[in-house]
């Protein structure tokens, strides 16, 4: 609108120009999770003709580096910069009604485990500058959180408490994850065992703990897992078991992994169908198999994940399956 002043944090531009980077990657891995085909903005666009449908791209008119104070109509106003899913986060806080108003600082779904890496393509969340928003925050007090979604939190010791176990709880998981790199615990092993005890339970429906391990390691150590000289070359895991696949044939393949997952080990019969679908994709058994494999894993804590969900529908989807069965 005429007169409207917009006001961004500093690392606002560098966080807009990476977005424009992978603008093409985004948009074709989007549409796993997101309504790439439009219908709620060809919905609006019919209830509001003559609506641009361009997204737009706004010009920050004020750039604040770490704290910056307005009076709007006799309304105090402070800007905080803040880290969270991305480095140009904003806390904006009433200070005279001690309101908080963080957005998806903490993510979608608060107080949920965070996504410290999206599997839809982003920069690494680190966590530390994460937590120390997170203290930022609690040291506000406030009585009221408006998070990005659903209602505010109300009350300074639920706000405290729920603040205090999110941070607490990544903090368990980043040392625990630490202590086992030290110690030569091989990450598929620190992923499988890290859990977070009782006291510190959170939701895992955005950012999961198995996931963050990973990151904590990619984050610290780099891709190289030191594990295999075939990491340092680009190398195909299912071109190479196709190799193999040559001389045992694909049907006794096929039923080592209808036997995996006959026991359970779903992710074992997604890893022998990925070979023979390098040999032989349009197999009906092979899709009956995939669809399979991956509806075990989405009935089996797959649909708790916003992230795992859609990518698990998305597969039984691509194998020929419906994902709603």
């Known amino acids: 609108e005429p007169g409207t002043t917009y006001i961004a944090q500093a690392d606002n531009p560098a966080c807009q120009a990476d977005d424009r980077r992978i603008q093409g990657l985004r948009m074709r891995t989007a549409g796993i999770w997101f309504d ?8 609006i666009y019919l209830e509001n003709p003559g609506v641009s449908m361009k997204q737009s791209e706004p010009m920050p008119d004020i750039l604040f580096e770490d704290r910056l104070a307005l009076t709007v109509d006799g309304l105090r106003i402070e800007l905080l910069a803040a880290v969270g899913e991305t480095t140009d986060c904003c806390v904006v806080w009433l200070p005279d009604h001690r309101v908080a108003l963080v957005s998806n ?17 982003d920069r690494y969340r680190f966590v530390e500058p994460q937590l120390a928003t997170n203290r930022m925050v609690r040291e506000l007090r406030p009585e009221m959180l408006i998070t990005g979604r659903y209602e505010p939190i109300v009350g300074a010791e639920l706000i405290e408490a729920s603040l205090a176990r999110l941070h607490d709880a990544v903090v368990h998981v980043h040392d625990r994850a630490l ?37 904590f390691w990619e984050e610290y150590v780099g891709w190289f897992k030191l594990e295999s000289t075939t990491e340092l070359y680009p190398d195909s895991a299912p071109a190479a078991l196709a190799e193999l696949l040559a001389i045992t044939g694909t049907d006794a393949a096929l039923e080592r992994a209808e036997a995996a997952l006959a026991r359970g080990d779903a992710v074992l019969a997604i890893r022998l169908g990925e070979a023979i679908a390098s040999v032989a994709p349009e197999d009906e058994r092979l899709r009956t198999l995939m669809v399979a494999a991956h509806r075990h894993l989405l009935d089996n804590g797959g649909d708790v994940s916003f992230w795992e969900n859609g990518w698990l529908r998305t597969e039984i989807t691509r194998w020929g399956g419906e994902p709603s069965a």
């Open 36 to 43: 790439m085909l439009g219908t709620d903005a060809k919905r």
């Open 105 to 121: 600082l903490f993510g979608p779904l608060f107080p949920h485990f965070p996504n410290v890496n999206t599997i839809r393509g």
């Open 179 to 215: 202590e086992g790199f030290n110690a030569g615990v091989d990450v598929w092993t620190l992923m499988r065992e890290i859990e977070l005890p009782p006291h510190l339970r959170v939701g895992q429906g955005y950012g999961k703990v198995s996931w963050a391990v990973r990151t």
